[in-house]
């Protein structure tokens, strides 16, 4: 994956990381009061699952997990991926690299013949989500110990 030109900072690149390089982001923000093995996914290293991340000076500042997954509310999709795991370290939020992580994603996505990402998303990252496209199912559902979520979703053809 190359790095698309970045107006943001030469300082930045977007690539495939491995599944190990993801775990920091995940226990900081996203399960700062639960143990290692809750932020690793057992479908971390499946050959159909690929981690995106968003480096500063060879330190991975922001990522994404993007897996082969159904989700019930879409039975026609025929290769739906699920994204888990998104994460930007909160001295680098406001800055794009969330949005560098989807948009390198879909392009990979796309080249694999995905036709549908969903994913649950936190409430309070629904109108990010919304900007780069994405739907949400209007039900709320509670995760605990981590809160409200939607889940989102994007067709890449007619699902």
Not at 98 to 117: F, N, P, S, T, V
Request: proline residues 6%; aromatic residues 10%; charged residues 25%.
């Amino acid at each position: 994956m190359q790095q698309p030109p970045n107006s943001l900072s030469d300082n930045f690149t977007v690539g495939f990381i491995s599944a190990a390089d993801t775990i920091d982001l995940r226990m900081r923000i996203l399960r700062p009061l639960h143990p290692r093995e809750f932020c690793e996914y057992p479908e971390d290293n499946l050959p159909t699952t690929f981690h995106v991340g968003v480096k500063s000076e060879g330190k991975v500042v922001s990522n994404g997990t993007f897996m082969q997954q159904g989700h019930a509310h879409f039975p026609k999709a025929v290769l739906p991926y699920r994204l888990r795991g998104m994460a930007t370290d909160p001295s680098y939020q406001g800055q794009g690299l969330g949005r560098k992580i989807i948009l390198a994603a879909e392009d990979e996505l796309k080249k694999r013949g995905c036709d549908l990402l969903w994913f649950n998303a936190r409430v309070s990252a629904e109108v990010f989500y919304k900007k780069l496209g994405y739907t949400a199912i209007e039900e709320v559902f509670n995760i605990d110990t981590i809160g409200a979520h939607k889940v989102m979703f994007k067709s890449f053809s007619n699902v």
